[in-house]
């Protein structure tokens, strides 16, 4: 069973979300996205200063098998991307939670984060679909 | 329930990702496709293909009715220990499957063919002997174990016995050698050196852990199609089937015209088709853009103002990610007038795309002009 780091968030689109605690939200995809979709190649990020709303596809993860959606949790601003995957895409797949992770967000409205999903409710997702 | 190779313990003791494939719980890698990819193109890996099917055929008129239903001709393969690629036609001259033919013996010869048609193949095969003095079998007791990389036939040879690995060290390409029970051909799917072996499935399970044991590392069949795709090889049932003709489909390369009294199941087709004019062409495809190109993606000529994926004149037959290269490359069926910049449609754009000749990759290096 992949591992679900209880100090994070999730959506059911399989992103973690972690709070930085100074306004900023890191975005990753979580260790059941990366072995989900298999090796990554290519990692499309969204250029900082971007404005995005909750549901909006703001990058791209693409594996060998297919490509993959990634999806702003909250509003709020892009304040950093993981330079880093644009030459080693494949971080993500070897540490989803640390160095794999895609951007930071920089938020107005911490009570957002109170409509993530928390790690027992994530892991009912996952043996949902493993099912 | 899906079906088993006997090597399906070793594909989960190694931590296999299982994927049904033709109605096979197959292992699509064991963790890494592209550290496996890496490994067959610069050391050494092990496929289990036993879900492909072994099929011997022996008698006096074993040769003759090769010689009457492959399009390739089996008398290149006259002497014995040869082995040929070709494809099986229909009377249309479309594909039925492509195979290795391997003469291992006075009136006894071995075809291996693919997992998903080995059924159809089967029934065309029997209702075409009907007539020869010869047998048709369907060998469901042999496993399939392939040795592939530069040190393939080094490590190979230290998993066999000696007497055995010394007749493997003297196999040129293309060459088999048989004992009571088992088969090894110089041959592979990868566009690397190496050996596949066929052997009685009850020996699969000991040879397979004498090969990790001596360094040979396992290979899913993720790595298996970017391998092959990099080497610029088909895939039946993607790069061509039954309503293809060799011809349109990169292979006119294996099918013999000459002699041009050898009459074999498809000939006029071809022939006709050749006088007609072929209008089609299996082409190499490299992506100058990040993305990956996919099976069914569309292609149309570059400057084309067609922005219609569904009426586009070219198409993709068989897309990935090539790690030797670092980028996409695909083959694509195009129209034969077509120059070598296209683009190909994917996710809503179209992605500048080269037409290059096929393999990609070659001695474990790009073929590639400019990298």
């Keep these: 069973m992949s591992d679900i780091p209880k100090d994070l968030s999730y959506t059911k689109t399989h992103e973690w979300i972690g709070n930085d605690g100074d306004g900023t939200i890191t975005v990753g995809i979580t260790d059941y996205a990366q072995s989900s979709l298999g090796d990554l190649v290519f990692v499309e990020l969204p250029e900082t200063g971007t404005k ?23 509003d709020g601003e892009i304040a950093e991307i993981n330079e880093e995957l644009a030459d080693s895409p494949e971080r993500v797949n070897e540490d989803a939670f640390g160095q794999g992770w895609l951007f930071k967000i920089s938020i107005e409205d911490e009570s957002a984060l109170d409509d993530l999903l928390d790690a027992d409710a994530y892991k009912a997702i996952v043996e949902d679909e493993e099912d | 329930m899906a079906k088993r190779t006997p090597l399906y313990d070793e594909h989960v003791a190694h931590n296999a990702k299982l994927v049904d494939f033709a109605g096979w719980d197959m292992p699509i890698d064991y963790g890494s496709q592209i550290a496996e990819h890496k490994a067959v193109r610069e050391n050494v890996g092990m496929f289990d293909v036993s879900h492909m099917s072994v099929v011997d055929i022996s008698g006096p008129d074993a040769r003759e009715f090769l010689s009457g239903v492959l399009a390739n001709d089996i008398a290149k393969a006259d002497d014995v220990g040869r082995a040929i690629y070709t494809c099986l036609l229909n009377t249309r001259g479309g594909v039925i499957d ?30 075409q002997a009907r007539d020869f003095d010869m047998n048709l079998a369907h060998r469901e007791d042999l496993a399939i174990i392939a040795v592939q990389g530069p040190r393939a036939r080094e490590l190979a040879g230290v998993a066999l016995d000696d007497e055995l690995a010394e007749r493997a060290r003297k196999l040129k390409p293309f060459e088999a050698l048989s004992t009571d029970t088992l088969s090894i051909g110089r041959t592979g799917y990868t566009g690397e050196d190496g050996f596949e072996i066929i052997l009685p499935a009850s020996d699969a399970r000991s040879l397979w852990r004498q090969l990790n044991s001596a360094g040979v590392v396992p290979v899913g069949l993720g790595a298996r199609d970017t391998l092959r795709l990099e080497a610029g090889l088909n895939l039946y049932g993607q790069d061509m089937d039954e309503d293809r003709t060799p011809l349109e489909s990169g292979l006119g390369w294996t099918v013999a015209f000459k002699p041009a009294e050898r009459a074999f199941v498809g000939r006029e087709a071809l022939e006709h088709a050749r006088e007609e004019g072929v209008s089609h062409k299996l082409v190499g495809l490299v992506l100058e853009e990040r993305g990956v190109m996919r099976s069914h993606s569309a292609v149309r000529e570059a400057g084309s103002d067609n922005d219609d994926a569904e009426a586009a004149e070219g198409e993709v037959t068989s897309g990935s990610y090539a790690p030797t290269l670092a980028r996409s490359i695909g083959l694509a069926r195009v129209p034969v007038d077509w120059d070598d910049t296209v683009e190909v449609r994917i996710r809503d754009k179209w992605l500048a795309a080269r037409i290059v000749k096929p393999p990609f990759v070659r001695n474990g290096k790009s073929r590639l002009e400019q990298d």
Excluded: C, Q
Aim: no cysteine.
């Design chain 2, 98 to 127: 492509d195979l290795i033919v391997y003469h291992l013996g006075d009136d006894f010869y071995r075809i291996v063919v693919n997992a998903a048609t080995t059924e159809k193949d089967m029934a065309w095969l029997s209702s």
């Design chain 1, 52 to 74: 995005v709303s909750a549901g909006d596809a703001v990058a791209v993860v693409e594996s060998v098998k297919a490509a993959s959606d990634i999806y702003a949790p909250v």
